[in-house]
């Protein structure tokens, strides 16, 4: 370890609160399971196996903390990394304050990840603690686009949509987690976002708001968020081979 990393040390905050309805009635996203696991828990692990990392902490549905700490306890997890459970708020931007609320107070910086991306390799995952560790206030992982997008004005359900322009897809990439901060930038920028009383669903975009430039670096295309039940057979696919090779 070098003298400049000892001065630095980087929690995990994962969002799992949320209700998850895209993937149909039934238990929380996060607590679905992928290869006979929950994803909350392939999520932590994907965390924990990064060496930076000395803390995660789980943001649960507020009824639901005690089940997700018990949760958390019945499943293998590094012994090195902390694992505190803490129940959300209402909305994601709720809930994500109330993991860097329950932070130590020597964490300097944090990654923000998604439960329902439970696959992210871990070099993804120390390539942001990099890339923080180097200076930048705020990281975020992304893909370039595959599709060309139509940006839309939007309609009813069903119905046909005019096309209002075409962005060059040069320019465009699709986002990913785990995003990684500064500690103080991030929550300069929920302090900020709560002045206003405005919402948002990706803290990178918080921290853009306050003037903060956000770099990106290459994601991974096995990050992709587990959404919809064709993303379930996609993740069991990667699990299935990943176990079969002796990767995970």
């Known amino acids: 370890m070098s003298d400049e990393s000892r001065h630095h ?3 995990a ?3 799992a609160a949320g209700r998850g309805l895209r993937l149909g009635p039934g238990a929380p996203k996060a607590l679905r399971a992928l290869g006979g696991i929950p994803m909350l828990i392939h999520a932590v692990r994907a965390m924990a196996r990064s060496r930076a990392v000395s803390v995660v902490v789980v943001v649960a549905p507020p009824d639901e903390a005690a089940e997700v700490r018990h949760l958390l306890d019945e499943h293998a ?3 090195r990394t ?3 459970v803490v129940p959300g708020g209402e909305t994601r931007q709720e809930s994500v304050r ?3 609320d329950a932070l130590p107070a020597d964490i300097t910086s ?3 990840h998604d439960a329902a991306r439970p696959l992210v390799p871990v070099d993804t995952v120390d390539s942001v603690i990099e890339a923080v560790r180097d200076g930048a206030p705020a990281v975020v992982p992304a893909l370039p686009l595959a599709d060309t997008v139509k940006e839309v004005e939007p309609g009813r359900p069903g119905e046909a949509e ?3 322009a075409t962005p060059v897809r040069a320019r465009l990439r699709a986002v990913q987690t785990p995003q990684g901060f500064d500690l103080a930038t991030l929550k300069r920028a929920h302090e900020a976002m709560a002045v206003s009383g405005e919402g948002a669903t990706d803290d990178a975009g918080m ?3 306050l003037g903060v430039t956000v770099v990106v670096i290459p994601g991974h295309e096995e990050a992709f968020k587990v959404t919809r039940p064709l993303d379930l057979v996609l993740a069991e696919a990667v699990l299935a081979r990943r176990r079969a090779t002796d990767a995970y």
């Open 13 to 15: 905050v994962i969002p």
């Open 110 to 112: 944090v990654l923000i």
């Open 82 to 84: 902390e694992i505190l």
């Open 77 to 79: 997890l590094p012994d």
């Open 98 to 100: 109330a993991g860097l």
């Open 207 to 209: 921290v853009e708001q």
């Open 162 to 164: 005019p096309v209002v």
């Open 9 to 11: 040390r980087t929690a």
